[in-house]
């Protein structure tokens, strides 16, 4: 039953030795045994060396020495961060045998903490999707109902979590990945606010967008985690240089005359009933706590995802150009009739369909002609956003509203029409935009899924978000599991 604690919860059965860090691997490799055949939460495991780094954990507790809070807690890790030595293939082929010769920046700072990694998450190829289907190797299941997704991009971190195949995961969030697939599996997911987790070693999909963070069980563990993670990288220049301050003091449930916004434009229209109902829920509980809530409005949101289409793509177009068969990844076998040729037919056969659908639409944004059109335009609705977003932090402390419109949908449901799949991220995208942090935590069940609440704070006012969210779950108390 290890398995299905918190890491701060397993942090005192490690100190007090009633535990050692391998019996705790060895109890979730034995989980993941029995139920990854179903949920397929893993593109690979790493079991040997997880062992090894257990085992240095409880040498470190043998000796008396002061060991970290999250020491020996077996953590899963999205596949687009690099891992030396540990394959990282971003779930694509054109990166199916990569190998990278150094760690991101996040899992390196996890492992300075003596974090034992599982293994490496399934998701949607380049972080591109919301379902976990675009993976080049498999699909991953919803722990909660196998013939559903887990959401995406994350969706094999955040499915590992809710099956307690990990007791928490890192998953980057470019346009709702971390909290999306968190509100659809039952589980917490933050993004942080844009630039305060580094991304070096994070394989880039839209460099201005794209936010590790972590998906845990709770708010405490998503607060460790965060220290750990956070702040400045001379290998990353848009890394934050700011102060760092412990998150977990940020956990004490105390939100008296707290200022909470509910953006009237989240809760409008393409958000499933049942999934209003019990926000709507979650704002009473909020009330009875002592916080002050009030409807606000963000003009410009709707406007988003159309802007983020646009933005998103460029980036990716140009961040994928690497990936050219030269020096790493795959490279074509077939017969090729000069350099051109071979790019060409190993990017064709690398990249999926969602991957080159969005090269061409971010290429085509950028070209000589239309830049002005798209682009330039959607730069500045993304600063309409931004300003939208300032007006509303003036007077509110917290924005809350659903993380997904709706429950975990039917695999295959959305697969064919990307529109609607893109529509999976109305409620997400704009802190994307913004930079700001967010987080998700589930607020009830709907039809015996999960759903997700969203609450939003102003740029590194990650302490806020974090407050607010663990004084909901200290009051909710959703302690509902999926039957695996
Ligand atoms: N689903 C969105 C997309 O497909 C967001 C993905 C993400 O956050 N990585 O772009």
Redo the contacts with the bound molecule.
């Keep these: 039953m290890l398995h299905k604690l918190t890491a701060h919860e397993l942090h005192k059965k490690l100190m007090n030795k009633e535990v050692s860090a391998v019996e705790l691997c060895k109890n979730v490799f034995e989980r993941i045994g029995v139920v990854e055949e179903k949920v397929k939460a893993y593109l690979s495991l790493t079991e040997e060396p997880a062992l090894s780094m257990a085992n240095e954990v409880d040498e470190k507790i043998k000796a008396g020495n002061d060991i970290s809070h999250l020491s020996g807690i077996p953590t899963a890790i999205k596949d687009n961060m690099c891992t030396k030595g540990v394959k990282t293939t971003c779930a694509s082929k054109i990166l199916e045998n990569f190998i990278p010769s150094y760690s991101s920046t996040a899992v390196k700072r996890l492992f300075n903490e003596d974090i034992v990694m599982l293994g490496k998450t399934n998701m ?1 190829e380049f ?4 379902s976990t289907e ?1 993976s080049a190797f498999w699909i991953t299941s919803n722990p909660w109902n196998l013939k559903t997704v887990p959401g ?3 969706g094999g971190s955040a499915a590992a979590v809710a099956a307690d195949e990990a007791v928490f995961a890192l998953g ?7 909290r ?1 697939p968190a509100s659809l599996c039952g589980v917490v997911g933050m993004k942080p606010t844009y630039g305060l987790v580094p991304r070096y070693g994070l394989i880039a ?2 460099s201005s ?2 936010q590790i963070g972590p998906i845990t069980k709770d708010v405490t563990d998503c607060a460790l985690i965060l220290n750990a993670i956070c702040g400045k990288d001379l290998m990353d220049s848009t890394s934050l240089d700011t102060e760092i301050p412990d998150y977990t003091r940020a956990l004490t449930a105390d939100i008296k005359g707290l200022k909470i916004g509910v953006p009237k434009e989240f809760m409008g229209e393409g958000i499933d009933a049942k999934v209003k109902k019990l926000v709507n829920d979650a704002l009473k509980i909020f009330e009875k706590m002592g916080a002050v809530i009030e409807e606000v409005s963000l003009p410009h949101v709707d406007a988003a995802l159309s802007a ?2 646009l933005i ?1 793509p460029a980036e990716a177009s140009s961040n994928l150009a690497r990936f050219d068969g030269v020096r790493y990844g795959h490279r074509t076998k077939q017969k090729v009739e000069n350099m051109v040729d071979m790019y060409s037919k190993t990017r064709a056969e690398g990249f999926g369909d ?1 991957v080159k659908r ?1 090269i061409m639409l971010g290429t085509y944004a950028l070209s000589a002609g239309y830049y002005e059109a798209y682009y330039n335009q959607a730069q500045k609705v993304r600063t309409l956003i931004v300003d939208d977003f300032n007006r509303v932090f003036e007077k509110y402390d917290v924005l809350v509203s659903p993380t997904s419109p709706t429950v975990a949908f039917k695999v295959g449901e959305k697969f064919e029409n990307p529109l609607k ?2 529509m ?2 109305i409620c ?2 704009p802190a ?1 935009l913004a930079g700001i942090p967010g987080i998700s935590i589930p607020c009830g069940l709907a039809d015996g899924l999960p759903v997700g609440l969203q609450i939003m704070g102003k740029t590194l006012d990650e302490m806020t978000v974090l407050r607010t969210a663990y004084a909901f779950e200290q009051e909710f108390g959703f302690k509902e599991k999926p039957a695996l």
């Design positions: 949607d972080a591109m999707g919301s675009n995406g991009s994350s980057s969030d470019t346009g709702g990945s971390i999306q999909f839209a967008l794209d983020y289409y998103a969602e969005r799949m893109y999976s991220d997400t995208i994307n």
